[in-house]
């Protein structure tokens, strides 16, 4: 458990006792959508200091992968007007629960390292964040009750109760969804150990809300595997039933506008009092509108610690048994998963002058006849979900 964090806590004036009857928040009368595309111009400022020197509002977006966090502040154009990463500090004590100040750190790390010159003009910031990791926080004091659970945690003890009350093969039916994690801590504390102003908060969220400090808001593509419906832009009734149901936050379109930056924050950081902080999304949702691709049909792979696919889609599809489910985006729909093998397992059988050093030898035009599943430890979540599934790392052939 983490220290309560320092926050003035403020309720929505939506409370979330009854999350279906809200569907998503609508701006101006119509949906906020991911439409806009990043357009990498320019990794320098522009002749003239740019949107800092002319007051041309900036936009800041920051990302939240596996193993460290980065931003990006661009123009309306998609021009990039500064960047910047972060490695995360390793958690403290090396459990789970010490990611949370680790996030924090990288958080206001990144924003300390903004350009002074351009925080004036930042007109609204952005956060994503690996899909389902969950924490559960008291919205009264913002104490950490439980979690980070990561995104790749799985807990099979929640299974059966979810499958006995969701359709078949729905996308919360894999022991590492969001869901399976609210009722594996919900069961375990015997409801919730009596913590009645808890709320679930999924990474991006958690993180925004260090910014707006308000509770109990999310976006319906960090929120799907929790069992948010968005053809329907509501929670399902099957889910509304439980108890633990008081504990799903509001939802809202990714994108769309929560609150002003807290005071707090905004003086330290120097930023506008018209600075607004809007809901996020997931990090491969983030990669794949960078990479600027086009309609049905095309797909994007994102390759870091660990692989994402994501296809665009006028079909949804969703089907647990093979970590497959469909998110929202725009009128169609973004379908694909995520795989636990990734870069991750490199960092731990080699160095980096090794890799650098093998890699040289590897041919891309030539087909391997190794039979590698590099998975860092037991499980795997797509293209087949198996919790129990072991890595084949051992000098196999085809």
């Not at 439980?242 to 509001?250: A, N």
């Not at 807290?262 to 120097?270: A, E, I, L, N």
């Not at 795997?380 to 052939?397: S, W, Y």
């Amino acid at each position: 458990m983490v220290p309560a964090l320092t926050l003035s806590v403020e309720p929505l004036a939506h409370r979330h006792h009854h999350p279906a009857r809200r569907g998503f928040r609508r701006v101006q009368g119509r949906a906020v959508t991911p439409r806009a595309r990043i357009t990498m111009l320019s990794r320098q400022d522009p002749p003239g200091g740019g949107g800092a020197a002319t007051g041309a509002p900036l936009f800041l977006g920051i990302d939240f992968g596996t193993s460290g966090a980065r931003y990006a502040l661009i123009d309306r154009q998609g021009a990039i007007h500064s960047e910047g990463k972060r490695a995360y500090a390793p958690p403290v004590g090396g459990g789970a629960a010490g990611w949370a100040s680790s996030w924090q750190a990288a958080l206001f790390q990144l924003l300390g390292d903004i350009p002074r010159a351009h925080r004036p003009s930042i007109s609204s910031i952005s956060i994503d964040g690996t899909s389902a990791t969950t924490l559960i926080v008291d919205s009264e004091t913002g104490e950490l009750l439980a979690g980070p659970f990561l995104y790749n945690e799985s807990f099979p003890d929640a299974l059966p109760a979810v499958e006995s009350i969701a359709p078949a093969n729905h996308t919360v039916c894999s022991a590492s969804s969001t869901l399976c994690k609210l009722v594996s801590w919900w069961n375990t504390t015997g409801g919730g150990g009596g913590a009645g102003s808890a709320v679930l908060m999924h990474q991006s969220d958690w993180l925004l809300w260090l910014l707006h400090g308000r509770y109990g808001v999310s976006d319906y593509n960090n929120a799907l595997k929790v069992g948010y419906d968005p053809a329907a832009d509501a929670y399902p009734s099957w889910l509304m039933a439980q108890p633990y149901s008081r504990l799903l936050p509001s939802v809202m379109a990714p994108g769309a506008p929560i609150a002003a930056v807290r005071d707090d924050v905004r003086s330290q950081f120097g930023l506008s009092e018209e600075c607004v902080v809007c809901t996020g999304t997931t990090d491969s949702i983030a990669a794949f509108l960078a990479a600027r691709t086009g309609g049905p049909g095309r797909a994007v792979t994102s390759l870091g610690s660990t692989l994402a696919v994501k296809l665009v889609s006028e079909a949804r599809v969703d089907d647990a048994r093979f970590g497959v489910y469909s998110h929202r985006l725009d009128g169609a729909w973004l379908v694909g998963g995520a795989s636990n093998a990734g870069g991750v397992v490199l960092r731990q059988l080699f160095t980096d002058e090794q890799l650098a050093a093998l890699s040289r030898d590897i041919d891309p035009a030539a087909a391997s006849p190794l039979d590698y599943y590099p998975l860092p430890r037991k499980g795997e979540r797509f293209p087949v979900a198996d919790p129990d599934m072991a890595p084949r790392l051992g000098v196999t052939t085809i």
